[in-house]
């Protein structure tokens, strides 16, 4: 590592602070000084956020955004963007949504409602490119979709929507990813996101719920199928890699059942959040 002499004295306090140093405080105080810049080096080489906040810190962040970092990317601006923050120069108005088909299938919403979903539909491909079953290759599909409804506990929110469509597999594995992606499992080569310690914090410790969630799936027939999910759940995003949600049309055909009704109206036990998408600018 090369060492900048101007730098390391300005990092100390300046020329003054080091002159009143002993030499073993100037020793210790070097030492403290090329270990971060080594940290930062690695932390560079590795993809780690730099500046990355603690929990108390994102805490602090609270009051100063107009909406709520969980709310859905349908109903806020700027809540679609990376950890919520606003895009500069963007407008405080949400913009007015293109029309559904009278009968909307799971390819509409992924065109008008979904738009861009650039991550889910990477996080497929990815599956199915690696040769991923077509259960799999769904559930990463699906596995982040219900953002534009609700971010907060999206796994559990998703897998309620599909719940009436897809086999059990697809739904426990959208369900756990979201406590899985948590903990780590070298059988698979899965480790701790990098950018979760921007996202949540870098000392940021699960809850219990979510703790006692990943217990219970870790034991469970369709483990796999859950943490099959986080290992294709991509956290870095290529912007020349478009895919055509058309791509999946055969796989959802097999393994999506489309109401005739279309989704929202087919009385189940979910219609209703479909229709929330659908709608989302209806409230009193």
Not at 16 to 32: F, I, T
Not at 136 to 149: E, Q, Y
Not at 161 to 186: G, M
């Amino acid at each position: 590592m090369e060492i900048d002499r101007r730098k390391v004295i300005t990092a100390l306090g300046g020329a003054s602070a080091v002159e009143l140093m002993n030499p073993e405080a100037r020793a210790e105080a070097l030492e403290d000084y090329l270990s971060q810049q080594l940290d930062a080096t690695m932390a560079a080489k590795l993809g780690v956020p730099q500046n990355t906040p603690t929990v108390a810190e994102l805490e602090d962040q609270i009051e100063t955004r107009p909406f709520r970092k969980g709310v859905g990317t349908l109903f806020a601006v700027g809540a679609s963007t990376p950890f919520g923050n606003r895009v500069p120069g963007e407008t405080d108005n949400v913009s007015r949504l293109a029309a559904m088909p009278a009968k909307p299938s799971l390819l509409d919403f992924f065109k008008l409602r979904f738009y861009p979903a650039t991550h889910i539909l990477q996080s497929a491909d990815k599956a199915l490119t690696s040769g991923m079953p077509e259960e799999i290759v769904l559930a990463c599909l699906l596995h982040d979709s219900a953002h534009a409804l609700m971010k907060a506990d999206h796994g559990w929110w998703a897998a309620q929507l599909y719940e009436p469509y897809v086999s059990p597999k697809v739904t426990f594995a959208i369900r756990f990813h979201q406590a899985l992606r948590f903990f780590p499992d070298p059988s698979v080569n899965y480790e701790y996101p990098i950018l979760y310690n921007k996202i949540f914090g870098k000392d940021y410790v699960p809850p219990e719920y979510i703790k006692q969630a990943h217990d219970y799936a870790r034991k469970h027939k369709f483990y796999m199928a859950a943490r099959l999910v986080t290992v294709n759940d991509l956290y870095s995003f290529d912007p020349n890699h478009v895919v055509d949600p058309a791509k999946f049309t055969d796989i959802i055909g097999r393994h999506f059942k489309q109401p005739k009704e279309g989704l929202g109206y087919d009385n189940s036990a979910v219609a209703h959040m479909w229709r929330t998408i659908i709608n989302p600018d209806v409230g009193l």
